[in-house]
C-alpha cells in the first residue's frame, strides 16, 4: 500500500462504522415509529369502543 495502509484501512473501517451507523439509526426509527402508529391506533379504537359503550 505505499506507506498508506493506515489511510486505506482507516477510511474503510470509517465507512463500516458508518454503514452500521446507518442501519441502527434506520431500525431505531422504525421501532419507534411502529410504536407510535401501535398505541395511536389503540386508542382510537378504545375512544370508538366507548362511544358504542355509551350510545348504547
Not at 454503514?19 to 441502527?24: N, Y
Not at 402508529?37 to 389503540?42: F, I, Q, R
Request: a positive charge; aromatic letters at 12%.
Amino acid at each position: 500500500m505505499g506507506g498508506y495502509g493506515f489511510y486505506v484501512w482507516g477510511s474503510y473501517i470509517v465507512s463500516v462504522i458508518c454503514i452500521v451507523g446507518e442501519i441502527w439509526l434506520i431500525l431505531n426509527r422504525r421501532r419507534t415509529l411502529q410504536k407510535y402508529l401501535g398505541l395511536k391506533n389503540e386508542s382510537t379504537i378504545s375512544i370508538s369502543e366507548k362511544k358504542n359503550e355509551t350510545t348504547s
